[in-house]
């Protein structure tokens, strides 16, 4: 699937549209790889994303903490867990922070961004790439 966002609101639908859609993992995490160059948009589509899930919290880019857990309420979810992995070298730096077990817990909802920084210990997951259009616009496509 793919969309064309021209602005946050246009955005903000897409996330909805997203979690509106998502159907539960049997057996482990659901994963989701964020693909795309600096500015393409994938934190502002996890701000929209968060807020979906009711979380208040303002949504920044995990970049010097890699890893931001919100916890979920009246979800099927526990927990929606935000990494940011473009200042990791390897995944061998991810397994520090419990990733196995992260990953196996099915109550768990994860988006990485910079997922092929890691993607020696990459789950299966879904993927989402976002792609400049023009200054304002974002080509968003769901695989």
């Known amino acids: 699937m793919e969309f064309l966002s021209k602005n946050t609101e246009d955005t903000k639908y897409i996330a909805h549209r997203f979690v509106s859609d ?32 009711g979380i208040q919290e303002t949504i920044q880019s995990p970049t010097f903490v890699i890893m931001k857990k919100y916890k979920l ?3 099927t979810f526990d927990f929606l867990i935000h990494i940011d992995s473009y ?43 976002f792609e400049h259009i023009t200054e304002n616009e974002r080509k968003i496509t769901f695989e």
């Open 73 to 75: 309420v009246n979800s």
């Open 87 to 129: 200042r990791l070298e390897s995944g061998e730096e991810i397994l520090k922070l419990d990733w196995l077990q992260i990953i196996r817990n099915p109550k768990n909802i994860i988006f990485i961004e910079w997922p092929d920084k890691i993607k020696d210990v990459m789950p299966e997951h879904k993927k989402i790439f």
């Open 22 to 53: 998502l159907k539960t993992s049997q057996g482990e995490a659901l994963v989701f790889g964020l693909y795309g160059d600096l500015g393409a948009g994938k934190t502002t589509f996890m701000k929209y994303v968060a807020s979906e899930f």
